[in-house]
């Protein structure tokens, strides 16, 4: 179930989600029209933003993906990547 959030159309989705060695998390994509937030629980992940730009989020970690966010991430560490990752959607 999807809460409601602000009016019927926009929703909060939590999910805690892992993600095996070397697995790449999504595809290129854009925070354009959903903003979230992720907490990185175990491992180190690697993202990929737009422009060439390469970052990496250790256990503990927290960042927020905006607008203006396009990029894609990766587990290229020896542990798997526990995040937590919070958005709002809109139906």
């Known amino acids: 179930m999807v809460p ?5 159309s926009t929703y909060l989705l939590v999910v805690v989600a892992a993600f095996g060695l ?4 999504g595809q290129y994509h854009s925070h354009k029209d959903r903003p979230s937030v992720a907490y990185v629980v175990q491992g ?3 993202e ?7 970052k990496e ?4 970690d927290a960042w927020s993906e905006g607008k203006e ?3 894609w991430s990766e587990n290229k560490g020896k ?3 526990v995040l937590v990752v919070g958005g709002i959607f809109k139906a």
């Open 4 to 8: 409601r959030l602000i009016k019927s």
């Open 22 to 25: 070397g697995t790449a998390l």
């Open 44 to 46: 180190t992940m690697t």
């Open 48 to 54: 990929h933003r737009d422009g060439g730009a390469t």
């Open 57 to 60: 989020h250790p256990k503990g």
């Open 69 to 71: 966010t396009t990029h």
């Open 79 to 81: 542990t798997p990547v």
